[in-house]
């Protein structure tokens, strides 16, 4: 690449948020790009991630990770081209990719431990940020492992345009279910039919009797429910558990607006009783040692055809913490990325 | 026995009750006393069974076994002697013990497939009714099975003083664990403390802090949650789950009040997606090909010295109804059970 900036942007954790996030909660600063130290590579970033475990991240509330004090630059996962490098494992103009380490900025010193070398002749970068990402990692071990699905399933999945929930989708085909999603909007429930879901419930379309609604959508009851939400969504599937139900809590983005506020409503304690469902709590990190299996696999799956993605791109460095907030108020469709540097590999198709 | 008398005393149930049944809800009648047909006994009763299950079971509402209808004669265990038999399974002067067939009457005629012999050299009658009978049974299972404990686990159990609670917290000792009970009362405290439990909360007597007093008994927080109550009790074990929390929801007691309407309150969706838990519905039933083996088990447990019951037995079939508002109001200490005739084993050295 051309040469290299002594500057470049970064966006900063302003003050912690009250309910739901607001722009003013980050700050852009300009900071020095720093210089790699021994066996440490320097990468400019391509594509930053935002996510919705990130609003966990940024409340000085109890989580299961470390969170971002204000001052601290913006966390978040990344992919990038290695511009200068001090170790013999990674050359520059290699694109690597990491989940959390790189941060809303341009350049960042990143450790061969916390990166990924990715082959971009295998599939266009995005997809190393969600279907073999985290997102995609955590679909696959939330359906085959925690839910264990079996042929002939009925699985409800919530968010299900969402960047986790298109793979689940997906992966609850392959394995010879039923899949029904649950989301927002008319244009993703056609999105999530072209990626193979049977049925779609639009909940805000269907807010008058979304238990009756789901219940349609599964005359045989819910055998599988991937959580992704919480909240009034959940509380509609809960009404509509199949014996021996399993539901996975794989996230909360209801809850985003109250956190430090208890989630008040009804409890479900007699119909989980009742179709002796099991509730798991999940988190994909459970897992580590086992994310290149799951790797592999999704990616023998896009290569196969079996598996394909979608994604809402956003330009711009200055645009992080605006396609935040639209993940937030579930206004994009597909993966939400923001590009925030030229993309070496070839032209990707995907835009 | 002396001569069979030709009526019998039979309690009906004469409407479903609105929130918590009175004893209105039941009406006391005189019966002619059946005759067995073939392959049939005639059984009279001498302990008759009542337990917070009965609640679900005099619902118009939905559960998961069949209910009792307004006329029809009050369900239940019971055990008792054989006084005629038409089979050559059975004699009398047997004692026979049955889950639910019996009723709430003093003559019940009993399909042999649907009764247990008993040997009374092994135990008085009562521990057939409660440590031996469905109550152990569901100790046994909800704590090796379905929460599959560990040696070291905290085990927390509710309604500890009661008839799975005190043979569950047995269980946890005989398996390694720590066992804290939550109990409604000094004396029930203390008993559960003479049955073996490490640590007792006496939710009433804390209920200005609840979860607080939890979390100073069980310091490392909870790994296995057998949950007989539902409710704020569950509410405050919710808030101090250790990683990888088993929750175990066997009955939902303090539900019993508001049948019909949901149930409102906090919702633990991040709690039990932070500590990995999970919350399995339990019912019994599911485990029936294995009763034999939980009761052989708990059997030889309390020939050994190892388990023991406390038992609270109501005297007089008149007192069937009352003796369930005494359970549904946890004024009882012990298993409840009721008296309804002479006892022919030797004395039982239980009161």
């Known amino acids: ?3 290299l900036p002594t500057t470049h942007k970064q966006w900063r954790l302003a003050s912690y948020p009250e309910s739901l996030p607001t722009e003013d909660n980050w700050a852009l ?7 790699p130290g021994a066996n440490q590579i320097l990468v400019r970033a391509v594509y930053l991630d935002v996510a919705p475990y990130m609003r966990g991240r940024i409340s000085p509330q109890k989580n299961y990770a470390a969170g971002v ?5 913006m966390l978040g996962g990344g992919i990038g081209e290695v511009v200068q490098s001090n170790t013999k494992h990674y050359q520059p103009g290699d694109i690597v990719v990491t989940d959390f380490g790189f941060g809303w900025q341009e350049y960042a010193v990143l450790q061969p431990s916390g990166v990924r070398k990715v082959d971009p002749a295998l599939a266009p970068l995005p997809y190393w940020m969600e279907a073999f990402g985290l997102n995609g990692v955590t679909a696959y071990f939330a359906l085959l492992d925690a839910a ?3 042929p002939g399933d009925t699985v409800v999945i919530s968010a299900a345009a969402g960047s986790v929930g298109q793979i689940a989708g997906q992966i609850a085909k392959l394995g010879g279910c039923r899949a029904v999603g649950i989301t927002s909007s008319p244009g993703k429930a056609a999105g999530c039919r072209e990626l193979g879901y049977d049925d779609v419930v639009d909940y805000r379309a269907e807010q008058d009797d979304l238990p009756g609604a789901i219940r349609k959508a599964c005359p045989n009851g819910v055998d599988v429910y991937i959580d992704n939400t919480a909240g009034v969504i959940s509380d509609a599937v809960m009404q509509n558990l199949a014996p021996h139900a399993r539901i996975v809590l794989v996230g909360s983005i209801s809850l985003a607006g109250r956190f430090g506020q208890p989630d008040i409503g009804p409890r479900f304690h007699r119909q989980t009783l009742i179709a002796r469902a099991t509730i798991r709590g999940f988190l994909v990190s459970d897992y580590l040692p086992r994310y290149q299996e799951a790797r592999d696999r999704l990616v023998s799956w896009y290569r196969s055809g079996a598996l394909k ?3 809402d791109i956003a330009q711009g460095i200055e645009n992080l913490p605006r396609a935040f907030l639209r993940l937030l108020n579930s206004e994009n469709v ?3 990325l ?3 540097g030229d993309d070496p590999t070839a032209a990707s198709g995907l835009h």
């Open 334 to 336: 597909g993966k939400q």
């Open 148 to 150: 264990a699905i079996k």
């Open 1 to 3: 690449m051309s040469t």
């Open 29 to 35: 600063s300009e900071g020095a790009v720093p210089a």
């Open 338 to 340: 923001v590009q925030v």
């Open 69 to 73: 004090k204000p001052g601290d630059v």
């Open 309 to 311: 993605s979608k994604f």
